[in-house]
């Protein structure tokens, strides 16, 4: 079991026989060939009577001092699917509950997991349209910054971009481009591309740039600094520049990329997608897709 594993299941949440089970199961898929990988064997439930007042209050204190700016900074189809998933405003989220609403929009779904999957296992649920969900909650004492993902990262930054039919197509392609080469050269191209496009993007809406990477909307220092810092270069996106541009991790983003429309990076991820997939003789995972 890797370090961040072990790690996660200390957390009352999911500290069970079946989370450290799931763990081992993602521990040992990383030596999987894609075809092999079980995301099934991964998933935990969300024991939701183990959340504590505390863990409740949490959500409660970040959830109002985010919406607070992203009422008017955040991408309008941010906001649209929070509302389509229901995210309460005074209790985590009970995943059950946003399936139901998000599968009756797009297919998805997001499922529990113990900890940090390996990056394929991570890249199989996108292509069946399932997102690994951390289930735990931030401690008090760490609101403002946590280096690894917990539940207000997962789905209050993540899953309400996929209720919308067009965000939610691109990262199923992704999904699969991601899963299926076997080119390093195409593993840290992508790697970049999420990590602008999914984690720290902006986009042109109604004549103001906006919020719609998770990292950007689940935490308010980097929210405000992708908007008002002028130590930000500010690009328009471009796929094959974003793929070449390297990033940092420990410290506020210096470049961001900004979108014009989701219809752009759909259609820009799946010609990349076309171009990976047939490398290794996959078009047919495309093609599954695009229907």
């Known amino acids: 079991m890797g370090e961040a594993g072990k790690a996660a299941i200390t957390s009352p949440v999911i500290d069970s026989d079946e989370a450290r089970r799931a763990q081992e199961a993602a521990d040992r898929s990383a030596n999987l060939p894609p075809d092999k990988i079980d995301i099934d064997s991964m998933k935990i439930t969300q024991h939701y009577e183990k959340y504590t007042p505390e863990n409740h209050e949490v959500w409660g204190i970040i959830f109002a001092k985010r919406m607070e700016q992203l009422a008017d900074y955040g991408s309008n189809i941010f906001l649209d699917g929070s509302k389509v998933i229901n995210l309460q405003p005074d209790r985590v989220p009970d995943l059950r509950e946003v399936n139901r609403r998000l599968n009756e929009c797009t297919g998805w779904s997001s499922h529990g997991v113990p900890g940090y999957l390996p990056a394929k296992s991570f890249f199989a649920f996108l292509a069946q349209r399932q997102f690994p969900t951390t289930v735990t909650v931030r401690p008090k004492t760490q609101m403002d910054y946590l280096p690894e993902p917990d539940i207000i990262h997962d789905v209050f930054g993540h899953v309400p971009l996929h209720a919308d039919p067009v965000f939610a197509d691109f990262l199923q ?40 990477g998770s990292g950007l909307i689940s935490s308010e220092g980097e929210g405000h600094h992708a908007l008002e810092s002028p130590k930000v270069e500010r690009r328009p996106f471009d796929l094959e520049r974003v793929c070449d541009t390297s990033f940092e991790i420990d410290h506020y983003q210096p470049i961001l990329y900004v979108l014009e429309s989701f219809e752009q990076l759909r259609d820009a991820m799946v010609t990349y997608a076309e171009r990976v997939l047939d490398e290794v003789g996959r078009l047919d995972e495309l093609a599954a897709i695009k229907g």
């Open 173 to 212: 392609t992704y999904g699969k481009a991601a899963l299926f080469t076997n080119s390093e050269f195409h593993t840290e191209r992508l790697a970049r591309l999420f990590w602008f496009t999914v984690e720290f993007g902006l986009i042109h809406e109604g004549g103001k740039t906006k919020l719609y």
